[in-house]
Every structure is written in C-alpha cells, then in structure tokens.
C-alpha cells in the first residue's frame, strides 16, 4: 500500500470480508509467511478454498473467514487466532475501519460515536475499543529510557474507586477531587512519551514510577521545581528544573501543536472525548494516547502496520499457548 491511506481509502480498499481478511493477512503476515499459532512455523501453509463462496459454521450461516491448514502441525488457524479479534462476532472489516478510525482521529474516538459510525452495539463498541487499547500498549520488554529524560505529571478527570483512600489522594494540588495523577516520561532524543497512573505524588511513588522506565545513573533529567523530585534527581547522572516542563518541551521539541502543551493535548484526548474515565481503565487511554503520539510521525499505512504488528497475544483474556511454541 504506497498510496496515500485514509479511512474511505481503506473502506473502498475492503468492500467485504474476504478482502478484509486478506488485508489483514497481508500486513501481519507478508507474503507467504503465514505465522500458525499453533506452532509458530512459517509459511508454506495451506489454504482450505471455501466451498460454494463460503464456509458453514456450526450454526449452518455462511462465513466468510479465511481458514489454513498448517503443514506441519496439521492444524486449522485463521490470521485472527491468538489476536484481539480472536473469537469476534464483529466483522473484521468493521475492525479494521475502526482501528483505523482510533489510530487517526487527532483526540481519539468515543465508544458511543464507535457504536453508531459502525452500527455497534454501545457495548460491543466500548469492549472493541478496549482491545484495540490492548494492542496499542507498549511492548512489555521495552528497555528503559536514558539519555535526556522529561518527568512531570499531570491530573486526569476520573472515578478514583480503586485507590486505597481516595479522598485523601484523588485530589490535585488546587483540591479538585477525582482527580487521578498521571506521571508523563518524555525520551527527549527520540522524542518517545511513557505515561501512567500513579496512587500520589509523593517522592516515593514518583521515584518507583520513574527508575521503573528511566535508567537514572544514565539520564539527564528534566522536571519542574518541586520538592518531591530533588531525591530522585540525585540518583540520575544530571538534574536539571525549569517550570512548566513539558510545555517547554513541545514548544520546541514538537513539530505539531505549537500552540499547546504536550498536557492539554492529553486531557482533551482522554477528559475531552470520554466521559467519566474511571481511574481502572484509564491506563489504556493513556496506552492509547501515547501510540498516537510516539507514531504521530510515521504515515497512516505504517502506523496501521505498526498497530496490526501488536494485536496478538494482547487479548484482554488471554493465555500463551502452550507446547511447542
Ligand atoms: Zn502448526
């Protein structure tokens, strides 16, 4: 896909399921590398050609999912195995419009305008949503950042039902409550953002907050004046405060938005767009917002790559397969 994408590009690109099945084996897969989830052997496998235009299911319907038999195992996979969509009732065209949709609306897209763009159920819109979340999270095994390293926090609108002692802590320092703290990291040399859910601002969640994705004795770190970062600033190689930290970064770090800072973007992204965000599940909208920043530079076929290149092993509920693998 050289040209240009965009999301009526995609849609006319894949007029039904079987070429949205295509689609989506050719950006996980390439050409002839089909992956059997099975036992991971690549390629060579063999596809099973529908009968009649289609396959039954158990319930006698008509489907239109691609099936492979793998050469070595002998087993049957399609590319949805192992994946988000794994086990869907949603078409997968519907998901590869709506992931496209996510990955490109500026502020992110709600699940009610999901369910009604898509004709979704509100639920069935809400749980897609949270596993194209899922996907957007970063690797696990992501090393730690070094070099010059942002730090500073911010306060997003929520329900702080999972802190311990939430009236004592979901408060921002002008005493707004349910407000739920976000630590921001910024990698400023490759211009990656890492944020999360933190309990507090105290020195000691923000110390284990940060050396759990910043390599100090490495680092030059950058974060305002306040008192809890002094301590942390000693463990790094450097330490330097300026106010207003991130909001000094974008002005010159960041070739979109000049106007605004790097948090505003955040809150209008998350409080802006969803309603009530409860603090359980605001680490994927935080996931969310930061795939769409960390790619904000790559186009909108690279960055769909990059996204279907994550969506397996990322399901909400799910196991390694065992054995061979
Ligand atoms: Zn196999």
Same mark, same amino acid.
């Given at each position: 896909?050289a040209e240009r994408l965009s999301l009526p590009k995609l849609a006319a690109k894949i007029p039904d399921e079987v070429s949205a099945y295509r689609l989506l084996e050719e950006m996980r897969w390439g050409e002839d590398r089909q992956v059997c989830p099975?036992?991971?052997?690549? /390629?060579?496998?063999?596809?099973?050609?529908?009968? *009649?235009?289609? &396959?039954? =299911?158990?319930?006698? !319907? @008509?489907?239109?999912?691609?099936?492979?038999?793998?050469?070595?195992?002998?087993?049957?996979?399609?590319?949805?195995?192992?994946?988000?969509?794994?086990?869907?009732?949603?078409?997968?065209?519907?998901?590869?419009?709506?992931?496209?949709?996510?990955?490109?609306?500026?502020?992110?897209?709600?699940?009610?305008?999901?369910?009604?763009?898509?004709?979704?159920?509100?639920?069935?819109?809400?749980?897609?949503?949270?596993?194209?979340?899922?996907?957007?999270?970063?690797?696990?095994?992501?090393?730690?950042?070094?070099?010059?390293?942002?730090?500073?926090?911010?306060?997003?609108?929520?329900?702080?039902?999972?802190?311990?002692?939430?009236?004592?802590?979901?408060?921002?320092?002008?005493?707004?409550?349910?407000?739920?703290?976000?630590?921001?990291?910024?990698?400023?040399?490759? /211009?990656?953002?890492?944020?999360?859910?933190?309990? *507090?601002?105290? &020195?000691? =969640?923000?110390?284990? !907050? @940060?050396?759990?994705?910043?390599?100090?004795?490495?680092?030059?770190?950058?974060?305002?004046?306040?008192?809890?970062?002094?301590?942390?600033?000693?463990?790094?190689?450097?330490?330097?405060?300026?106010?207003?930290?991130?909001?000094?970064?974008?002005?010159?770090?960041?070739?979109?938005?000049?106007?605004?800072?790097?948090?505003?973007?955040?809150?209008?992204?998350?409080?802006?767009?969803?309603?009530?965000?409860?603090?359980?599940?605001?680490?994927?909208?935080?996931?969310?917002?930061?795939?769409?920043?960390?790619?904000?530079?790559?186009?909108?076929?690279?960055?769909?790559?990059?996204?279907?290149?994550?969506?397996?092993?990322?399901?909400?509920?799910?196991?390694?397969?065992?054995?061979?693998?």
């Amino acid at each position: 896909m050289a040209e240009r994408l965009s999301l009526p590009k995609l849609a006319a690109k894949i007029p039904d399921e079987v070429s949205a099945y295509r689609l989506l084996e050719e950006m996980r897969w390439g050409e002839d590398r089909q992956v059997c989830p099975h036992c991971a052997s690549i /390629g060579g496998h063999y596809f099973l050609k529908p009968k *009649n235009g289609g &396959r039954k =299911t158990r319930t006698g !319907a @008509i489907t239109q999912r691609r099936l492979w038999k793998c050469r070595e195992c002998r087993k049957q996979f399609t590319v949805l195995v192992g994946t988000i969509f794994h086990r869907t009732k949603i078409p997968v065209r519907t998901w590869l419009l709506v992931l496209f949709d996510m990955m490109s609306a500026k502020n992110g897209i709600s699940a009610r305008e999901v369910a009604r763009k898509y004709e979704l159920s509100e639920e069935a819109a809400w749980f897609a949503c949270h596993r194209i979340r899922e996907a957007m999270k970063r690797d696990p095994l992501a090393g730690l950042l070094s070099g010059t390293v942002i730090a500073d926090e911010t306060w997003i609108g929520g329900k702080p039902r999972n802190l311990k002692n939430p009236k004592r802590f979901a408060q921002d320092h002008y005493g707004n409550k349910n407000k739920t703290p976000v630590l921001s990291l910024v990698d400023r040399e490759n /211009g990656e953002v890492r944020s999360k859910v933190i309990p *507090n601002v105290r &020195r000691n =969640t923000l110390r284990a !907050a @940060i050396e759990a994705d910043v390599d100090l004795p490495a680092t030059n770190l950058h974060t305002d004046t306040a008192m809890a970062y002094t301590q942390i600033g000693w463990r790094a190689a450097s330490h330097e405060t300026v106010n207003h930290t991130m909001s000094e970064y974008v002005r010159d770090g960041v070739t979109t938005n000049h106007a605004e800072g790097f948090f505003a973007q955040l809150k209008r992204s998350i409080d802006g767009t969803h309603h009530a965000v409860s603090t359980e599940h605001l680490p994927r909208y935080l996931a969310e917002f930061d795939f769409r920043y960390n790619t904000r530079k790559l186009s909108d076929t690279d960055r769909m790559a990059r996204l279907l290149g994550q969506v397996h092993g990322r399901r909400l509920t799910y196991r390694p397969l065992t054995g061979r693998a």
